[in-house]
């Protein structure tokens, strides 16, 4: 059956394994559905998640002109210490980045390729950690603006990795590790500022993905380069959809990008 329609980051819901969905503007798909069938995919055209006009994807779904401009896409995206709407500083559009910024933030602790530290807004818990393919999280720290949770992850950055292995996830090369016991040993590195809403009892939560097969290698697709590919989809983990001959393929990192999918 063929679908059209511009790429998104897939939605997620939690569950044993999670439930993957595709959102190609009218078409709604769940691909757990679609594991062991013969997926085609093919390079239409660009479409900006901004303007809409067919011109090439810079970053996040976006074209150049569009990312460097929008409020959706500012600095204190990828370094949340740098907002400034708890200061009532604008950055590109104040009214945004309050709407963004001042809401519960946490502090978590996730394992996909290894232990690391990381951040985003409550409301997107346990969406985030989905998303980036952990097998196991942890909330450790819950402050009220993006700001607080931005340098509480600076601080603890130089005691835990920020950073996850994406071959090493996909490839499920993962152990077991105690994020309590992390937790306890990151306590005394929390900054004075936000270290009263340090969370001290919760328990970590797992998540199980829709994988049959993992792979050894990991061949990454990538459609500006080969915009027409086909295999039998093995499984998904994180925002990639993997492929029984090894490849795989970022559906998030094609945001932005106007495709045709045949699913037999």
Request: net charge negative; with cysteine.
């Amino acid at each position: 059956m063929l679908y059209e329609g511009v790429l998104r980051k897939m939605r997620t819901e939690m569950g044993s394994p999670i439930q993957y969905f595709l959102n190609l503007g009218d078409d709604f798909l769940n691909l757990n559905q679609a594991i062991n069938r013969n997926l085609k995919i093919q390079f239409i055209k660009y479409q900006c998640l901004g303007t809409g006009k067919d011109e090439p994807i810079y970053r996040q779904g976006f074209c150049r002109s569009y990312f460097f401009e929008s409020a959706a896409a500012g600095e204190w995206i990828m370094k949340p210490e740098l907002s400034k709407a708890h200061l009532n500083i604008e950055d590109r559009d104040l009214a945004y980045e309050k709407k963004v910024q001042l809401q519960p933030h946490i502090v978590y602790l996730a394992n996909s390729s290894n232990v690391k530290v990381g951040v985003t807004r409550k409301s997107q818990i346990p969406t985030r950690w989905i998303d980036q393919g952990a097998h196991e999280a942890l909330e450790i720290v819950e402050v009220p603006n993006r700001y607080l949770a931005g340098i509480t992850e600076v601080a603890l950055k130089e005691h835990v990795s920020d950073k996850t292995s994406w071959q090493k996830m996909l490839k499920n090369e993962i152990e077991d590790l105690d994020l309590t016991e992390w937790r306890t040993k990151l306590k005394p590195y929390i900054p004075e500022e936000t270290a009263e809403y340090f969370i001290q009892d919760n328990k970590e939560t797992t998540i199980e993905f829709p994988v049959l097969a993992y792979p050894e290698k990991v061949k990454s697709l990538n459609l500006t380069k080969t915009p027409s590919y086909e295999g039998v989809l093995k499984g998904i983990k994180g925002q990639y959809l993997i492929f029984e001959d090894q490849t795989v393929f970022n559906v998030r990192g094609h945001e932005g990008f106007f495709i045709g999918l045949d699913i037999k």
